[in-house]
């Protein structure tokens, strides 16, 4: 506790220069520059919208163009054929609690294949008739890191990104952050895969990746708004629930999804393209994510556009040490999930992730939320540490360092027990 105090003292005090990337990067709340956010209700006209009628019509579409255009980049509409193969299914998972099923999902154009491996928990006591929830989560090390189990497939890229016999091979080596006993306790299915096998996160490995499939693929890549790592997520994400709703156990109208890190900025890309996401949860997303850029707290958009492979549209460079000039910042992308709910999660020594830049962002959506007679976050004085609201915009901040732990996962339980009325 007291360590904890000293380290946070530590970073509010001082801007310090990151060890990776040798910037200076502010922790000091004093030198948060002055900054005007964009009304997100303001059209591109400058009218302000009035009901939820005018901002699906209206401002909704132009704020989703603002950030395919200028951020994230297009998801293109090429449809990509898709098969499936159950590999495994083993009816005793998780001592018997869960049956896990995993399934091949390859995607084919133009002669070529991407394989991608789904990872589907369902809870064992259910009744026959009942349709789950079901929470999509990308895990960062493969399927295998995420539970100690002997059955489960090695997800197929993951060698690419870490050579083998590297302790990340050690099954379960990443299962603190998946509650799954927690999940299926409370009745919820869980359907994860690795990042990797639809984006390797790795400079030039674009060829294994789902992108590489489409038919306009290299030359796509040259424009300002082709959509790079974040968007290539974002699009498997749906491809998920794709697969899921051919699943006759899950109920496609209460699906979840929860993205950590970069993982949850993919989250967020995703649920505001894709409205099968009812809720929609990112936990640490930070720069690029739910934080709002122009506070240039933590980490800034020139550290997060700078990453290899890049994560963003090239468009994003324009704000690199210039986020004054972004006519938009990431409230708007947290205001395009209204009315579905949507969920920050901040860690108090995350401060790389700006918590408080995080929690400002669900103040500045809530305006689109109250259209719709829903609550978002009513004022800009933050909760104490692991005390969660949880309106329709939700929010937590769990004391310890950046990670999703069962306390992140217990909160996002009782939050989607409430937003899917069980
Ligand atoms: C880096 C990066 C963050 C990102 C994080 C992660 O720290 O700077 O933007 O969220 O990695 O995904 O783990």
């Known amino acids: 506790m007291k360590y904890t105090f000293n380290l946070l003292v530590f970073a509010m005090l001082f801007s310090i220069t990151h060890s990776v990337t040798g910037q200076t990067v502010n922790y000091d709340e004093s030198k948060v520059p002055n900054y005007s956010l964009p009304d997100v209700l303001k059209t591109n006209s400058g009218q302000v919208v ?196 051919g699943v006759p156990e899950i109920d496609t109208e209460r699906v979840a999804i929860v993205g950590h890190s970069r993982l949850g900025k993919a989250a967020l890309w995703a649920g505001a393209q894709d409205e099968r996401f009812k809720i929609v949860i990112s936990n640490n997303s930070g720069s690029g994510g739910a934080a709002l850029s122009k506070r240039e707290f933590g980490e800034t958009v020139k550290i997060v556009s700078n990453i290899k492979p890049a994560w963003f549209a090239k468009s994003f460079n324009a704000y690199r040490d210039n986020e004054a000039k972004l006519p938009f910042d990431q409230h708007m992308l947290i205001a395009l999930m209204a009315p579905r709910s949507v969920y920050i999660a901040s860690a108090a020594e995350d401060l790389w992730a700006d918590p408080k830049g995080e929690y400002l962002s669900g103040v500045y959506a809530s305006p689109v939320y109250n259209l719709y007679n829903l609550k978002g976050l009513e004022n800009t004085k933050m909760p104490l540490y692991n005390k969660p609201i949880h309106n329709n915009i939700g929010y937590h901040i769990r004391t310890g360092k950046h990670d999703v732990t069962s306390v992140d996962w217990t909160f996002f339980v009782q939050f989607a027990d409430q937003q899917f009325a069980r």
């Open 50 to 245: 009035k009901n939820s009628k005018e901002w699906e019509t209206i401002r909704r579409p132009e704020v989703l163009d603002i950030f395919t255009k200028q951020m994230y980049g297009k998801t293109p509409a090429e449809q990509i054929k898709v098969s499936y193969e159950m590999l495994l299914e083993n009816k005793k998972a998780l001592n018997g609690k869960a049956t896990s099923r995993q399934i091949k999902m390859s995607f084919e154009n133009n002669g070529k294949k991407v394989d991608a491996l789904l990872l589907l928990l369902l809870p064992n006591n259910r009744q026959l008739t009942e349709k789950l929830p079901v929470f999509v989560s990308y895990n960062f090390r493969g399927n295998h890191s995420t539970i100690n189990d002997s059955t489960i497939v090695y997800s197929y890229n993951y060698g690419l990104y870490t050579e083998k016999g590297h302790p990340f091979w050690e099954r379960g080596n990443q299962s603190s952050r998946w509650d799954y006993d927690l999940l299926i306790d409370r009745g919820y299915a869980v359907a994860t895969m690795c990042y990797h096998d639809i984006f390797p996160d790795k400079p030039d490995f674009k060829e294994y990746s789902v992108a590489s499939l489409f038919s306009d693929y290299p030359n796509s890549q040259l424009a300002d708004d082709s959509w790079e790592a974040i968007g290539a997520w974002a699009w498997g994400s749906s491809r998920i629930v794709d697969y899921l709703q």
